[in-house]
């Protein structure tokens, strides 16, 4: 499911799921007409601003457990461990008896996935262990392309249990029966009991207390409530499967079910740890983004909202080690919506093969301290939807479209009809993710359908959803959540493993734990190349390896999520590993560029940007780059960054939906690719102009920031 579409309501945020409808103030059916994006079931989902940008932001502490200011003057079973970039492991020393743990529940709690007493889905959720089966849609998936968390699950017998995560999103149904003892204490067992407990909040206007954000009638179907099953679906239950951390403490935040009037610049900041019910979260699942064609206006209240709390998350909470956000990357790849100027500005993106939507679009993407996410398919590669660019940190399972072509269309063959599947996407009948849905047989994705009418059997995708399989009878499940609007909840569940394994880890450590475990997939992918005017041009690249030994690609982030490896590290992790945190200041100072870029010359000549000195030294974890450029077609730049130890990174492609929509306006632009390198050097940035619609290109200013470990002498 997902929605990644501007909307004019209040908040202008929409969706991360394949096929779930941002309403805006409208009616499921109203938005459906305006908003879906993928014919007829396939919907989308998911400038400036951040730290200030005359000062350096300085974390002082081993561990970054300090507060941030300004300073005065700048600013069990393991997986191919081949797979896994390793650095240097000779300061890594077993934790000593952690301190301040939180409470442990005096039982171990193990979850068979493959126990169907226990668990009757378990063995259809593949995204936790692929067995190359179909969930119910046409096609299988390949065998070992998961997340590596079974063993975790079955035999260190890790459940997520001590950590908060909040569900960011439309909501989450609180007593639905597989969420129920993660989301309200259980008082029989008392597993919770002396855990300081985040609260639910609900920001709508309706009838529900305002501590219940349970979806209402009108709202069909509730994408809140399937997210939060893929990450703490309680196991063991003897009814549905099992979620990525299945005793995980749940919290929903229901901030992009919008309503006129309703939403306010404060409502986000408290969906995001700015308030008591909010701030006990430890892990913050964001499955939303804008489908935008423009630069966002840094001042929406949105943008600003989000960036204001990410700062303050990461400085002040966990204890001051930080909470993790995590972001869906968007669904953008090849469809932003219906509407005409949305067709238009993908165009060129479907002609030569690359994303429509640039990972960097969504300015949250681009900060620090935010894990953004893409999606990979039960074949472990990148989903058909899934939005690329440099920003991506991490990938996970997301899932295709769960359509049972065959039961359709024996449906329709009943009447003598052929349903005609050039409509759907080729990858229509490829898994999506079995999770938790709106209870009962009237809403949701699952719900009771008049087999006659033909349209409903389309809309209902399969057997599983209709109800006519023996383990969703209670039409409680849905096997058809995509997007990376599944992905982020799949890393948010894989976090909290991770917090569960080691309670200390900073915001910092995670992301790190992350990066250096990740499995590369799809190995030998090599890029996009197309053939301009003055000849061939890389529009997008393959798997880079940079000069610190990561290996990076902007369709997959460092790679898949791979939980019994990343637990492994987590255990053994020393503290402190990282050093101090700074945020160098923006530099030049001023923007001294002004210069025309060629028309379709691939190889026009590099600019250097910065020349780093050792007194800004930084071994980095971000680089942000902020552009300006006018442009009567803005879509026909592409962008990119060489690092003095020679790593390129593309972190803005062309053929990108911005189409001949406006110039960039101190746009920032964030690349991971770099991580682990120092900053020191030569910085270089090649401006290419396809010259495909015949544009004038004008660079008019360039800044660059580094973010990481202070290293400077």
């Known amino acids: 499911m997902g929605l990644y579409k501007n909307c004019t309501a209040l908040l202008s945020v929409s969706i991360v799921s394949v096929s779930f409808l941002s309403s805006c103030g409208k009616s499921t059916k109203q938005a459906e007409e305006t908003a879906l994006l993928n014919p007829p079931s396939f919907g989308q989902i998911g400038n400036n601003g951040g730290f200030n940008k005359g000062d350096e932001i300085v974390r ?52 068979d996935l493959d126990n169907t007493k226990k668990n009757p889905l378990g063995k259809y959720q593949w995204h936790l262990k692929n067995t190359g089966q179909t969930a119910f849609a046409s096609s299988a998936g390949n065998v070992g392309e998961d997340i590596n968390v079974a063993s975790v699950l079955k035999k260190q017998c890790l459940s997520g249990f001590g950590v908060n995560v909040a569900v960011v999103d439309t909501g989450l149904e609180i007593d639905h029966p597989s969420l129920i003892d993660n989301v309200k204490n259980n008082k029989d067992a008392n597993e919770r009991e002396g855990q300081d ?5 609900n920001f709508r206007d309706n009838k529900l207390s305002k501590n219940n954000p349970s979806p209402i009638a009108s709202d069909d179907e509730d994408h809140g409530t399937m997210v939060a099953g893929i990450i703490g679906m309680r196991s063991n239950k003897g009814f549905g499967g099992s979620g990525v951390a299945p005793r995980a403490f749940l919290s929903g935040y229901n901030i992009i079910q919008q309503e006129d009037g309703v939403q306010t610049f404060q409502n986000f900041l408290d969906s995001l740890g700015g308030s008591s019910d909010s701030n006990k979260n430890h892990v913050f699942s964001m499955s939303y983004g804008d489908n935008n064609i423009t630069q966002i206006d840094p001042e929406e209240f949105v943008t600003k909202g989000s960036l204001t709390a ?28 219906n509407e005409k100027d949305y067709i238009a500005a993908c165009a060129t993106a479907l002609e030569i093969n690359v994303s ?24 472990g590669t990148k989903t058909s939807y899934s939005t690329t660019g440099s920003s991506l940190w991490i990938s996970a399972p997301g899932g295709e479209f769960g359509f049972d072509k065959e039961w359709i269309s024996e449906q329709f063959e009943r009447y003598g009809k052929l349903y005609d599947w050039s409509a759907k996407r080729a990858t229509a009948g490829e898994p999506a993710i079995v999770t938790t849905d709106v209870s009962g047989s009237r809403y949701g994705m699952s719900k009771k359908v008049n087999m006659d009418n033909l349209n409903e059997v389309i809309d209902i995708r399969n057997k599983f959803n209709a109800g006519l399989i023996e383990e969703n009878e209670s039409y409680n499940y849905t096997n058809s959540m995509n997007g990376t609007s599944s992905a982020t909840p799949v890393t948010s569940g894989s976090i909290a493993l991770i917090l569960e394994a080691n309670p200390e880890l900073t915001w910092r450590d995670v992301k790190y734990i992350l990066a250096a475990t990740a499995t590369k997939v799809d190995p030998t992918f090599e890029g996009v190349k197309v053939n301009l005017s003055g000849g061939e041009y890389l529009a997008e690249q393959g798997w880079v390896n940079n000069a610190a030994g990561f290996h990076f690609s902007n369709y997959y982030g460092f790679g898949r999520v791979n939980v019994a ?48 000195k050792e007194s800004q030294a930084v071994k980095i974890e971000s680089v942000r780059l902020e552009v300006s450029i006018d442009s009567s077609y803005i879509g026909d730049v592409g962008i990119e960054l060489i690092s003095p130890s020679g790593t390129k990174s593309i972190i803005w492609n062309i053929g990108n939906a911005f189409a001949n929509n406006g110039n960039l306006k101190a746009m920032p632009i964030q690349s991971n690719a770099f991580y682990g390198e120092s900053n020191v050097g030569k910085w270089k940035v090649r401006i290419v102009n396809s010259g495909m619609h015949n544009a004038n290109v004008t660079l008019k200013g360039l800044r660059i920031q580094f973010a990481g470990q202070d290293t400077s002498k």
Not at 67 to 77: G, L
Not at 586 to 606: D, Q, R, T, V
């Open 356 to 379: 429509c939507q640039n990972s960097s679009m969504n300015t949250d993407n681009t900060m620090p301290e935010v894990i953004t996410v893409g999606a990979l398919n039960a074949k």
């Open 310 to 337: 990410y700062s303050y998350g990461a400085k002040h909470l966990r204890g001051e080690k930080g909470a993790i956000y995590v972001k869906a990357a968007g669904n953008g790849f090849y469809k932003l919506g």
């Open 565 to 612: 490896e990343a637990v492994k590290l987590a255990k053994k992790y020393k503290l402190g590993s990282l050093g101090n945190y700074v945020e160098r200041a923006w530099f030049p100072k001023a923007n001294a560029y002004l210069m025309n870029i060629p028309k379709g010359e691939p190889n026009s000549s590099y600019l250097t940007l910065q020349d780093v």
């Open 197 to 201: 407990l985040p609260t639910s909040k």
């Open 60 to 111: 002082n502490g081993t561990g970054d457990n300090q507060m941030i200011s300004p300073a005065p003057i700048y600013e069990e079973d393991f997986n191919d461990s081949s797979d896994s970039k390793n650095t240097d492991n000779s300061n890594r020393n077993e934790n000593e008896e952690d301190k301040n743990k939180v409470t442990k529940s005096s039982e171990k709690f193990c979850t």
